[in-house]
């Protein structure tokens, strides 16, 4: 979509509507800025949904990125859950750096569209073995490259876990391509 000056760009996200800031990435890319933080209605209404979704799949962990999609993966784990039998579904989440808890911890590199230089993310140990051969769904909040995505793929497959589905609230158009990818709307980006 051709960047004018505009400051916001509404969309309308599991049947609620959002006015988004448009902010630059560089000198000629603009994206709208959707952050679920603080947005209780809108993170619980995808979560129910994505969850719907996922259903189809059969996996036995969750496994999202440190920060943004937090929420999303737990509401999506509490959806998942079944407290009536004690059963309350597993979500592990990657972690963006090295903390001193950390045991034999896995790290890879990404690169991110809204972050300037180069990040890792990180797998715990213990929970990098209790990963080990089992059927995983990843999720995240929105999917632009698919860097994250890829990034915790390849942790995933270092461990031994099969990744089954991906989810997104969001995919941010002419990026990452996979028709495979669960996802509840669209978001341009903005350039010269």
């Known amino acids: 979509m051709k960047y004018e000056g505009q400051e916001t760009y509404e969309i309308t996200v599991a049947g609620l509507r959002r006015r988004l800031p448009i902010v630059p990435i560089n000198d000629s890319l603009w994206i709208a800025a959707f952050v ?7 993170t619980n209404l995808s979560a129910r949904l994505l969850a719907e979704r996922l259903r189809a799949f059969r996996f036995e962990y969750l496994v999202s990125v440190e920060a943004k999609a937090l929420p999303l993966a737990h509401m999506i784990a509490t959806y998942l859950s079944d407290p009536q039998t004690g059963r309350y ?16 911890p896995l790290t890879v590199k990404v690169k991110s569209i809204t972050t300037a230089a180069a ?9 990098a073995a209790r990963l080990g051969g089992a059927r995983v769904a990843v999720v995240d ?3 632009s490259t698919g860097g994250s995505l890829r ?3 390849e942790l995933l497959r270092r461990v031994g876990a ?13 990026g990452y ?5 669960i996802s509840l709307g669209t978001l341009p980006i903005f350039t010269r």
């Open 36 to 42: 679920l933080w603080g947005d209780v209605e809108l």
């Open 89 to 104: 579904f597993p979500y592990v989440v990657c972690r963006k750096s090295v903390k001193g808890y950390m045991k034999n």
């Open 119 to 127: 990040q890792m993310l990180v797998l715990d140990g213990p929970e």
């Open 141 to 143: 909040d929105v999917v």
């Open 151 to 153: 990034a915790v793929d």
């Open 162 to 174: 099969r990744v089954v589905a991906h989810a997104a609230v969001l995919l941010e158009e002419a």
């Open 177 to 181: 391509q996979d028709p495979d990818l």
